[in-house]
């Protein structure tokens, strides 16, 4: 026979294991929902919605996450960043056309965890392209820390804020471009894409074109509506990526983003016609 006390333990485990599931799949619907939304952080801020912030981040009944246990760390695998402060510079409007979109460019990030470079498609996304090679030129990325890893559900790398909060931009938007790429079969964006974050919010029109300077580097297939501009391909450094992925990421509520456990910043970005 089952004695009171031991039925009221096993009530309390069933009750904590719901308790958990609730708290994993709020966790992953947070990931897929606030991973692409670069700078949305910042219109909500604008308009003094501050609370924007914790989309989707809390416990799912309500209850207070004290007996679940701390997510784990993975060791950091990458290096320590270069002497440098990340970037303060706005401007008014995007910068006027000066690449050659017969030409072909290629981007390299040189990161605390490696190398990666980036074939850019000055064809297809030639006001995406004008703006990188524009901001790499400026330094923009230089000693800004990639914000965001998600790695559930959809596997991306988020970088181009320099403030390290998902709120920043260059002061201009950039239209959506490429958005029907035939690479983006089945709404699936694949391995190696490189694309642009923005603050379409699925809805309304008015939110399109609304791109700064936020990318994401996808590492792994991912499943993905095509709304974020497709404007260049990993061709050195999915290892890289692989490695970041593989120390994991930490929910952290002050922002609303993953981060990445790994200490991922950019140390120098530049863009090469070849």
């Known amino acids: 026979m089952v004695s009171s006390d031991q039925r009221r333990r096993q009530l309390a485990r069933e009750k904590y294991e719901r308790q958990r599931q609730r708290r994993d799949a709020a966790r992953r619907k947070a990931k897929r929902r606030n991973v692409i939304v670069a700078s949305a952080l910042a219109v909500a801020l604008a308009a003094g919605a501050a609370a924007y912030a914790s989309v989707g981040l809390a416990g799912g009944d309500g209850t207070t996450d004290a007996a679940a246990p ?21 401007w008014k409007k995007e910068p006027e056309m000066s690449v050659d979109t017969s030409a072909a460019y290629a981007m ?75 690479r983006l079969k089945g709404d699936v964006y694949p391995a190696g894409t490189v694309a642009m974050a923005n603050r379409y919010d699925g809805k ?27 404007f260049g391909t990993v061709t050195e450094g999915m290892d890289v990526l692989k490695k970041i992925a593989g120390a994991g990421s930490t929910p952290d509520p002050s922002t609303g983003n993953t981060a990445p456990n790994a200490t991922v910043v950019i140390n120098r970005a530049t863009v090469a016609k070849s």
């Open 70 to 90: 701390s997510p784990s760390k993975a060791a950091d695998p990458c290096g320590k960043p270069a002497p440098g402060s990340p970037s303060k510079k706005t």
């Open 204 to 230: 309304d029109e008015k939110t399109r074109n609304s791109g700064g300077s936020q990318f994401f580097l996808v590492y792994q297939d991912s499943k993905l509506p095509p709304n974020y501009t497709p």
């Open 108 to 182: 390299k990030l040189e990161t605390t965890c490696g190398t990666i470079g980036i074939k850019l498609d000055a064809a297809k996304a030639p006001h995406t392209v004008n703006s990188f090679d524009f901001l790499a030129g400026e330094k923009f990325f230089d000693h800004s820390k990639c914000h965001r890893l998600v790695d559930e559900g959809i596997y991306v790398l988020q970088c181009g804020d320099p403030t390290g909060t998902g709120a920043g931009t260059p002061g201009y938007t950039i239209p959506d471009e490429n958005l029907k790429d035939p």
